[in-house]
């Protein structure tokens, strides 16, 4: 008996309604990438980044539909010619009869998106959104409390350990001892919402793609007037805790079957330890 099926059409339906695309960032681009509304999906597959090998992966797995948190086209190219990675990827998934869907920043700010479930898993209470929304429950960041205050140094421990492994662990900018009570966090790259309320109140800021000199300030600001110790996690491995929930999500609306990728597509691959002196 054939594998029941859906037209791409009704699934991205069903997608836009868990991710509403007109929630995204405006300097996002969210949607389909690659695939006709009359492509017939029968199996879907999520991941952070397509990237070679995640697609390659999800082509093997006879996925019909791929869905990436980031998009593969979020900048303008001039060529999709096989000798560039976006060219390669996009004549792989056609080659392949695979669609491609992105949704980012649109997934990011609903009440079930990255910063949730990042909040969540971290067992997070009384929560409530870093936004500047005005849809209750949207947002980029969340606040909360922990159930029980522990030092800095054992929460980037415990957070090290919640994460999927890389390279880079959590890289913290604050007094080990320091007692943390109230978190906010923003899974991704967080660095806009440093300077905001909810994260200047708050205990520590835990995020992605931290730059020098963003992150100096905070921390210089935080010196004189108060702020938060600072977190910088992977940006892969904060957004890759979601796609699990998603899957279920989408599997849920879909009545497809909806799997996950367990790769590594975080871009570094190893540290170097001084030893010495």
Not at 204 to 225: C, F, G, K, N
Not at 233 to 242: D, G, T, V, Y
Request: some cysteine.
């Amino acid at each position: 008996m054939p594998n029941k099926s859906r037209p791409l059409a009704e699934i991205l339906t069903h997608l836009d309604a868990l991710w509403p695309e007109a929630g995204a960032e405006e300097w996002d681009s969210p949607g389909l990438v690659v695939g006709s509304p009359d492509h017939e999906v029968s199996s879907i597959h999520l991941m952070v980044d397509a990237t070679m090998e995640s697609v390659s992966e999800a082509l093997e797995a006879g996925a019909d539909l791929i869905v990436s948190h980031h998009p593969l086209l979020l900048r303008g190219v001039t060529s999709v010619a096989e000798t560039t990675y976006k060219g390669s990827v996009i004549a792989a998934l056609i080659r392949g009869g695979a669609a491609l869907y992105s949704a980012h920043t649109n997934a990011d700010i609903v009440p079930t998106g990255t910063s949730a479930q990042l909040a969540n898993l971290l067992g997070l209470v009384n929560q409530s959104t870093i936004t500047d929304s005005m849809t209750p429950g949207h947002g980029l960041g969340r606040v909360g409390t922990l159930p029980e205050p522990v030092s800095l140094y054992e929460l980037a421990v415990a957070v090290g350990e919640m994460l999927p492994q890389t390279a880079v662990g959590p890289v913290v900018a604050g007094d080990p001892e320091t007692l943390i009570r109230s978190v906010s966090l923003c899974a991704g790259a967080g660095d806009s919402l440093l300077m905001h309320p909810a994260v200047v109140s708050s205990d520590v800021y835990i995020t992605s793609d931290l730059r020098h000199h963003p992150a100096s300030e905070a921390r210089e600001h935080a010196l004189l007037t108060g702020g938060p110790a600072l977190m910088n996690i992977s940006h892969f491995a904060a957004e890759w805790l979601w796609l699990e929930h998603a899957a279920t999500q989408v599997s849920e609306a879909t009545g497809l079957p909806v799997s996950v990728s367990d790769l590594n597509t975080d871009p570094w691959t190893f540290q170097v330890h001084r030893v010495g002196g």
